[in-house]
Antibody, heavy 120, light 108 residues
Framework: QLQLQESGPGLVKPSETLSLTCTVSGGSISSSSYYWGWIRQPPGKGLEWIGNIYYSGSTYYNSSLKSRVTISVDTSKNQFSLKLSSVTAADTAVYYC????????????WGQGTLVTVSS | SYELTQPLSVSVALGQTARITCGGNKIGSKNVHWYQQQPGQAPVLVIYRDSIRPSGIPERFSGSNSGNTATLTISRAQAGDEADYYCQVWDSSTAGVVFGGGTKLTVL
């Protein structure tokens, strides 16, 4: 049974960099059948896609966040990570990691989500 | 950029059929996926590629997609179906995942 688990600080100061890691268990992050992705959800609002990464390191980012986002993968640890720079209160959200399927990009497995609050 | 439009809310009587729409330009040419999100929980995939149910999803959930509208249909609605529902596609022109704004389903 594939499981994804987000980890990282729950509080980040404005202008700093948000850093989260997603640990994948029960499956290999090096599978050619899947991407690995990040999605966020501000309190009381809808889902916003942040970006995807393939095990080879190829990345795809939401154009509205592209200048501030970096997603990386560590196949040796079966983990992938998100960095979002220059955060503001508008970046306060529940951040989910998920697994998009190669080809149709459906998100068939999600982590439980982690709330990140941007505040001084 | 590609946009998906969902009604903010849909209400359905217990045991009746609910239909949640997702509008987009020529959405019928894309694969549409649907997610259910219960309060405080992560989204769960309930329909993929327009009409396919993942393992464990009740047959009461079905989907269709044609022209400019995709539809999620929930038959014999139950109280446990109350949740937010999101449609999603891949926009090849921007190489990005796109979500609809979400629909809150209320079972009366």
């Amino acid at each position: 049974q594939l499981q994804l688990q987000e980890s990282g600080p729950g509080l980040v100061k404005p202008s700093e960099t948000l850093s989260l890691t997603c640990t994948v268990s029960g499956g290999s992050i090096s599978s050619s059948s899947y991407y690995w992705g990040w999605i966020r959800q501000p309190p009381g609002k809808g889902l916003e896609w942040i970006g995807n990464i393939y095990y080879s390191g190829s990345t795809y980012y939401n154009s509205s966040l592209k200048s501030r986002v970096t997603i990386s993968v560590d196949t040796s640890k079966n983990q992938f990570s998100l960095k979002l720079s220059s955060v503001t209160a508008a970046d306060t959200a529940v951040y989910y990691c998920a697994r998009p399927t190669y080809g149709d990009y459906r998100l068939d497995n999600w982590g439980q989500g982690t709330l990140v609050t941007v505040s001084s | 950029s590609y946009e998906l439009t969902q009604p903010l809310s849909v209400s359905v009587a217990l045991g009746q059929t609910a239909r949640i729409t997702c509008g987009g330009n020529k959405i019928g040419s894309k694969n549409v996926h649907w997610y259910q999100q219960q309060p405080g929980q992560a989204p769960v995939l309930v329909i993929y590629r327009d009409s396919i149910r993942p393992s464990g999803i009740p047959e009461r959930f079905s989907g269709s997609n044609s022209g400019n509208t995709a539809t999620l249909t929930i038959s014999r609605a139950q109280a446990g179906d109350e949740a937010d529902y999101y449609c999603q596609v891949w926009d090849s022109s921007t190489a990005g995942v796109v979500f609809g704004g979400g629909t809150k389903l209320t079972v009366l």
